[in-house]
């Protein structure tokens, strides 16, 4: 069946650094790729998608590739804010009305 | 932007009691779903409903659990007898239609406690 994969946290970076958090899936046929973001005390968001191969997501400076080659979609952002710090969710969404949700990434930023 | 509300944000009940667990959807969405995160673990896709019926549900998804649409603006969860292992986040979800890639809008959440 479909499942994701990202990695383990927590993440904690220092403010303006560099960030970037893997995702990799296994999957029939071509799912579409989310990022959902979850701030404390706070529900789910979407953060970006991509629906096909070679799409890139991009929202709030974040971005994130499909790529189908390396069965992966690695979130990333040039500099990271204190505001970033929350729990960021790899999911995808096959033909079936599931969408499937990695264990999620804790990020802290440090100021 | 719109919003799918739950209520209440935390329930704490004893074993084996019944628990009802309530979402407002967005007003126009069409497809509803229900997730659960148990702490530190992935959050598990439960069962989507559309139509005033399920269109899928997962293993998790037991006869201990149904949902309901009563009245055309609620969404329920309700878990019949509940066990300690039912203690988790449980997430609302809704979707204008199905189709592949579309924005799931999720609620807040509703963190249940089984003592």
């Known amino acids: 069946g479909n499942s994701v994969t990202q990695m383990e946290g927590p993440v904690t970076l220092s403010e303006e650094a560099f960030l970037t958090i893997n995702c990799t899936y296994t999957?029939?046929?071509?799912?579409?790729l989310f990022w959902y973001v979850q701030y404390p005390g706070e529900g789910l968001q979407l953060l970006l998608k991509?629906?096909?191969?070679?799409d890139k997501g991009s929202n709030k400076g974040f971005e994130a590739t499909y790529r189908k080659e390396t069965t992966s979609f690695h979130l990333e952002k040039g500099s990271v804010q204190v505001s970033d710090s929350a729990v960021y969710f790899c999911?995808?969404?096959?033909?079936?009305?599931?969408?499937?949700f990695g264990k999620g990434t804790r990020l802290h930023i440090l100021p | 932007e719109p919003e799918v509300t739950q209520t209440p944000s935390h329930q704490v009940t004893q074993m084996g009691q019944e628990v009802i667990l309530r979402c407002v959807p967005i007003?126009?969405?069409?497809?509803f779903y229900w997730y659960r995160q148990i702490l530190g673990q992935k959050v598990e896709f439960l069962v989507s409903?559309?139509?005033?019926?399920?269109?899928?549900k997962s293993e998790i998804f037991d006869d201990q659990f149904s949902v309901e649409r009563p009245d055309g603006s609620n969404f329920t969860l309700k878990i019949r007898s509940t066990k300690l292992e039912d203690s988790a986040m449980y997430f609302c979800?809704?979707?204008?239609?199905?189709?592949?890639?579309?924005?799931?809008?999720f609620g807040s959440g509703t963190q249940l406690s089984v003592l």
């Open positions: 007003s126009n969405h069409l497809y």
């Open positions: 991509a629906t096909k191969a070679d």
């Open positions: 979800a809704s979707q204008t239609s199905g189709v592949l890639g579309e924005k799931l809008f």
């Open positions: 999911a995808l969404k096959g033909r079936d009305d599931k969408i499937i």
């Open positions: 999957a029939t046929g071509y799912p579409s």
């Open positions: 409903f559309y139509n005033n019926e399920i269109s899928e």
